[in-house]
């Protein structure tokens, strides 16, 4: 074959002949190439620009799940799947970040999980309009500019996490059955202009609200109470009718109150500095209604004037502190003279030096306002205690009229530290008042009660009864909470009534669930983690539709006197909770939380109480988890030790893991219990498949079991 070449050129027709040879040979290589190549060009395409980030999807999945696998939702899969890639229903991606969820009116049921908060570049969430029922999870996404969660059948209180959520610009939960108050939550939000809350049964006052960037307020229909104040009527988009709001305008402020701090001034409320004189003067001047202006010497007479008024006063002030540091040595050289005084004085050092919250802050601290006390203790001495308090301070006359002086009629309950009492207010709102023994509390511990106070009115979760208030006077302690009206799940458990029909193997799951959120909350939401130290089943109070509703949260602080007469019925019932390190060297951690979790779920399987010593069991069968712990994994022996209440109504499947989950909680070892986040997601994947079978009698075993696996499902 002859070359193209400079050296040795043929003809030109050759030449061309040849690269056109060379360019059909090169085409059709190509050509049975292009599918390859094509296959390369498109996994790489997807591979850079749809895979979606693992914890969005897994996000995503539990939120399938939770809302009971709607078919509604196209594309979306409760195991593996793309959600940015396959283009999910209402699912809106940057890159491979969710960040808009846009599912309403699509008749979703269910609820929406406990890993929201994994959707970390969320920004719009939009749940409205569907059929989404219990409480809202207080883990929800936390960059999120946009929530709503309008035309549910959500209950419960506004979670405390969404103080945190500091860019929320649009909050809309109307039109569900929300309770409780609105709280300090949205003190340092500065971004939140839309709020719209109408139709629920929030409680309170507004003033909370008070210094937001607020445009548009809705609060109808609510059971909200005191004055509107000043700031809020002004707003051009403020619906408020339907509530209980006080005649008349509100109470002026102070004089000279600053803004609250880290809010946003653009409410039309006076700036700081400025008096009501001088902003009615300017109110004036911009329509038009001018005042004279001072001459110029008189302007400089009031400011010498002024300045010499405030060195006088300044003078004055120093001379008085003066005075007074002199009286308060003099103070402090008499009582050190005194026998003794070195001791008074050693103990006054210590108690300076002790931390004083046993029980924990929230993170991020709540923006209460600042509380002084006076307290006197039973020695005679006064202390002062300044710390946030949210909670309202009652007096005991008040609280005498509402117990009708605490008779024994109104008389629910009684605890190591004192009795509970049914209170009725004049307005008809139902309290419960637990009236502190006097010998209940050492004196160090009665000092401490206003700090116990301030930390216990900052929890703030569905399942756990609020904190309404307390009383401090007259050397009287007493606790306000919600009254919870369907009363203990210990009394029914075992006082067998119509109740305890009722509660259903359903029902108990749903109450074991409840209760580990509340812990879940208190050992892994709340910095530093809050210890119960006092969990069984009298603790558990429940609500008519049998939620449950834990007490007693952040008493750890207010640990009873040793010294005081319990019953024998009450030191039994709680050694039964008691965890093994706890019964050996009184250490008591989160673990021993758990551990007591799981005789209270012990109880709800068996319908046994946990040391039943006054029973005629054998002695073998009064340590319920003694007794219970050998047969958990057994499930012919497991079936045996279900409450007969239930009747055989209950699915196979779903008891034995139930009772996996209550054997690792009661571990002897506290390292090998579960966290608290853990048991929630069990028990949530276990409530999602249950399935009621009627179990039938058998000639072998009594019960002849029928496995559902095929509704049931894998339950953890």
């Excluded at 109104?410 to 010998?439: C, H, Q, T, W």
């Excluded at 119960?532 to 008519?544: G, T």
């Amino acid at each position: 074959m002859v070359k193209c070449t400079l050296t040795n050129p043929p003809s030109h027709r050759h030449c061309d002949a040849l690269v056109m040879e060379k360019a059909v040979a090169s085409f059709s290589l190509f050509l049975t190439r292009l599918p390859v190549i094509w296959a390369v060009i498109f996994s790489f395409s997807v591979a850079v620009n749809a895979t979606t980030d693992p914890n969005d999807v897994q996000g995503l999945q539990v939120l399938y799940t939770s809302l009971n696998n709607p078919w509604q939702l196209t594309g979306w899969r409760s195991s593996g799947g793309d959600p940015c890639g396959e283009l999910w229903k209402g699912v809106i991606c940057q890159g491979s970040s969710v960040v808009s969820l846009q599912i309403s009116g699509l008749g979703l049921s269910g609820t929406m999980g406990y890993l929201l908060n994994n959707l970390v570049s969320l920004t719009t969430f939009d749940l409205s309009g569907n059929n989404i029922h219990d409480s809202i999870p207080y883990q929800l996404p936390p960059n999120l500019t946009s929530l709503n969660l309008a035309r549910n059948n959500i209950s419960g209180n506004l979670p405390y996490s969404l103080s945190s959520m500091t860019s929320l610009d649009y909050l809309n939960v109307s039109r569900n059955f929300l309770s409780q108050g609105v709280g300090d939550m949205f003190a340092n939000h500065s971004a939140l202009a839309n709020f719209r809350v109408q139709n629920n049964k929030l409680t309170g006052s507004l003033n909370v609200l008070v210094g937001l960037p607020l445009i548009d307020l809705n609060v109808a229909n609510n059971n909200f109470s005191g004055w509107i104040p000043q700031e809020l009527s002004s707003l051009t988009d403020f619906v408020y009718d339907g509530n209980a709001f006080a005649n008349g305008p509100a109470p002026p402020p102070p004089p000279y109150t600053p803004p609250p701090p880290g809010r946003s001034s653009n409410n039309r409320t006076p700036q700081s500095g400025h008096t009501p004189e001088s902003n009615v003067s300017v109110s004036n001047a911009q329509n038009g209604h001018k005042k004279n202006a001072l001459p110029t010497g008189s302007i400089l007479g009031l400011v010498i004037g002024s300045l010499f008024a405030m060195m006088l006063l300044l003078l004055a002030l120093v001379f008085c502190l003066r005075k007074g540091s002199k009286k308060e040595i003099t103070a402090r050289t008499s009582v050190g003279s005194l026998p003794g005084s070195d001791k008074v004085n050693a103990e006054m050092q210590e108690h300076r030096a002790k931390p004083t919250a046993t029980v924990s802050d929230l993170k991020p601290t709540a923006m209460g306002s600042m509380a002084v006390e006076r307290l006197q203790g039973k020695n005679g001495s006064v202390k002062r205690v300044q710390s946030p308090i949210t909670a309202t301070s009652f007096t005991v006359a008040i609280l005498q009229t509402a117990t009708n002086s605490f008779s024994q009629e109104n008389l629910i309950g009684e605890g190591s530290l004192g009795r509970v009492y049914r209170a009725e207010f004049p307005n008809g709102k139902i309290m419960a008042i637990k009236k502190i023994d006097s010998a209940a509390l050492s004196l160090q511990e009665e000092d401490n009660f206003l700090e116990a106070i301030s930390n216990m009115s900052r929890l703030r979760h569905p399942n756990i009864v609020g904190l309404v208030g307390y009383c401090a006077e007259h050397g009287q302690r007493l606790l306000v909470h919600d009254f919870i009206g369907n009363g203990s799940l210990h009394d029914t458990l075992h006082y067998a009534d119509e109740r305890s029909k009722m509660l259903t193997w359903n029902a108990r799951v749903r109450v074991a669930l409840g209760t580990a959120r509340a812990l879940e909350y208190l050992h892994e939401v709340c910095l530093p983690s809050v210890v119960h130290r006092n969990l069984k089943s009298a603790n558990i109070l429940l609500d008519d539709e049998f939620n449950p509703h834990l007490s007693d949260c952040g008493l750890a602080s207010l640990t009873p006197n040793t010294e005081r007469q319990v019953s024998s019925d009450q030191m039994i019932g709680s050694f039964g909770y008691s965890a093994p390190e706890f019964a050996l060297s009184g250490i008591y951690t989160v673990k021993s939380d758990v551990y007591s979790f799981g005789v209270v779920m012990l109880e709800l399987l068996t319908g046994r109480k946990p040391l039943d010593v006054f029973s005629s069991r054998v002695r073998s069968e009064q340590s319920l988890v003694r007794w219970a712990t050998p047969q958990l994994h057994d499930i012919d022996a497991l079936a045996k030790m279900v409450d007969p209440i239930l009747n055989g109504m209950y699915p196979a499947k779903s008891l034995s893991r139930f009772a996996d989950i209550i054997a690792l909680c009661v571990q002897p070892e506290p390292e090998f219990r579960p966290p608290m986040s853990e048991v929630v997601q069990a028990l949530v994947r276990l409530m999602q498949r249950a399935v009621i079978v009627k179990r039938q009698p058998s000639e072998d075993s009594g019960f002849a079991f029928r496995n559902p696996d095929h509704e049931a499902g894998d339950l953890l």
